[in-house]
């Protein structure tokens, strides 16, 4: 499977401000997409992020509040934009491998985002 | 009705012994299904994918799908203290999105 990372890590932010997120994976994948888990909860899926043209979101998720670029076939970066305390959650990019396309989806560590 | 539903937990099991997972699912096109395990404080790892009515085992997982009851389990045989974590069940449709359930916590006591 591909490797994939992300930074930062972790931070800690202030209300109203931004944080841009980035995922990089080791090799070409078709499929990228960005989840969030808030604390104690499972997975959503925030957008499918396109290639070459605008991400794809979910129900309940806009591309003012979270603008994502995906300028090549291994990177990928999500922003999280003007923050509350209710944006505190792990972000996480995941891929499906290859080119080709296939049927498993792996994650990367994740970012830990608390705002203040 | 939501999407993917897993047994609640969360799930104490002794050391040694099966732990069992179930999860169901209402969209009746899913083709795909997956057991993801995560440990507090990092990400879902991908432990088994099953796409076949019938049993796949993998180690001392198998996961079980039943495709006309919409249910797909997995269970953890000779339960060891690092299978402590939660279990998520997700769900590929015709696309590539996955749907996840809420998961299920397991801990293996020693």
């Known amino acids: 499977s591909a490797v994939i990372s992300q930074k930062p890590s972790r931070d800690i932010c202030q209300r109203g401000t931004s944080l841009t997120i980035q995922c990089q994976v080791d090799s070409q994948v078709t499929m990228m997409f960005w989840y969030r888990q808030q604390p104690g909860q499972s997975l959503t899926l925030i957008a499918t992020?396109?290639?070459?043209?605008?991400?794809?979101?979910e129900s309940g998720f806009v591309i003012d509040k979270f603008p994502i670029s995906r300028p090549n076939l291994t990177f990928s970066t999500l922003t999280v934009s003007n923050m509350s305390p209710e944006d505190s959650s792990i972000y996480l990019c995941?891929?499906?491998?290859?080119?080709?396309?296939?049927?498993?989806?792996?994650f990367g560590p994740g970012t830990r985002l608390t705002v203040l | 009705q939501k999407e993917v539903e897993q047994n609640s937990g969360p799930l104490s099991v002794p050391e040694g012994a099966i732990a069992s997972l179930n999860c169901t699912y209402s969209d009746r096109v899913s083709q795909s299904f997956f057991w993801y395990r995560q440990y507090s404080g990092k990400s879902p790892e991908l432990i088994m994918s099953i796409y076949s009515n019938g049993d796949k085992e993998d180690g001392r997982f198998t996961a079980q799908l039943n495709k006309a009851s919409q249910y797909v389990s997995l269970l953890i045989r000779d339960s060891q203290p690092s299978d402590s974590a939660t279990y998520l069940c997700a769900v590929k449709t015709n696309d590539y999105k996955l749907s996840f359930g809420a998961g299920t916590t397991v801990t293996v006591r020693a």
């Open positions: 995941s891929v499906v491998s290859g080119l080709a396309g296939g049927n498993e989806q792996f």
């Open positions: 992020a396109n290639q070459g043209s605008e991400a794809t979101y």
